[in-house]
């Protein structure tokens, strides 16, 4: 489904654009003394980061990583929701207070996927590094092999970057 955009050329406005949705029409402010080459490339960050939005508003994280630890033997993270600012990594974790993030670029991706990459983080829950035992637990995941080749695939040089 295509986004509805409206840009609107502020002469207010000297550097930041911002982006809102308005009655299912995507409003994008930009400085009146932007290019048309910037309007077309800050239109398409906005479409997208509303589309990943809209894409992440249909996984309940929470229950999800419930039921993956409950499954798994892990413990549940205190807390969990998606970020837009992981832009290098696609999951990481606070051991100290519980608290796992997920780079909301994982919801465009498939489940299993995404199941890998929670199960990851709540094992950092119970394993800090990425050693042996770290792995042991991980790999309990029967998906976790493939989803470490999806995610390389994807765009990390190597498979610890999920955090």
């Not at 911002?18 to 906005?46: K, S």
């Not at 608290?99 to 983080?121: C, G, Q, T």
């Amino acid at each position: 489904m295509e986004m509805e955009v409206e840009v609107v050329r502020s002469t207010r406005r000297r550097k930041t654009i911002q982006a809102y949705e308005v009655g299912g029409v995507l409003r994008v402010a930009i400085p009146a003394a932007c290019t048309a080459e910037e309007e077309a490339h800050w239109v398409g960050v906005m479409v997208k980061r509303f589309e990943r939005r809209r894409s992440t508003a249909t996984v309940d994280l929470v229950a999800r990583a419930a039921e993956l630890a409950r499954r798994y033997g892990l413990p549940e993270a205190t807390s969990i929701r998606w970020v837009d600012n992981q832009s290098t990594l696609w999951g990481s974790c606070t051991m100290v207070d519980g608290a796992i993030r997920i780079s909301s670029r994982l919801a465009e991706m498939p489940r299993w996927v995404l199941d890998y990459v929670i199960v990851h983080e709540l094992t950092h829950l119970v394993v800090p590094g990425h050693g042996p035992a770290f792995n042991e637990l991980v790999d309990r995941y029967p998906k976790a092999e493939r989803a470490r080749g999806y995610l390389i695939a994807k765009g990390t040089s190597e498979p610890d970057d999920v955090d």
